[in-house]
């Protein structure tokens, strides 16, 4: 199966990188599916959402990603998030109490991205 290269990079950190065959992630125009030999686009990603990456080898690969911006090209995808969490490094327990107890809509945006992350994991 066709393969494309992949980065998956937040500010501070490359948080993944690799080859996949399939790449879904959250835009402001829609969700959008990339696979090898997929048309160029760039697209700007929400805030809260989520980057499914499936690796080559079938493992699946989950990130909450608060905004930034994908580019892919025919054989590579680049994800540049303004901050992405990996859901093994996320505490779904912090981000049910940002739910809960705060009133900053850019917080609760990031933390219903995170445990949209989880759940897709």
Not at 2 to 13: H, I, P, Q, R, Y
Not at 51 to 69: K, L, S
Not at 111 to 117: S, W, Y
């Amino acid at each position: 199966m066709a393969e494309m290269t992949v980065d998956l990079v937040a500010v501070e950190e490359r948080l993944w990188s690799g080859t996949a065959r399939l790449v879904s992630a959250q835009t402001t125009e829609g969700e959008i599916g990339v696979m090898p030999g997929h048309e160029p686009v760039l697209g700007q990603l929400v805030e809260g959402g989520v980057v499914t990456i499936t690796t080559g080898d079938g493992e699946r690969v989950v990130a909450a990603v608060h905004g930034g911006f994908l580019s892919v090209t025919a054989t590579t995808v680049t994800i540049l998030a303004e901050a992405a969490e990996l859901t093994e490094n996320i505490d779904v327990e912090s981000a049910r109490t940002v739910l809960s107890e705060s009133q900053d809509e850019a917080e609760i945006a990031a933390a219903r991205g995170r445990l949209r992350a989880v759940e897709r994991a």
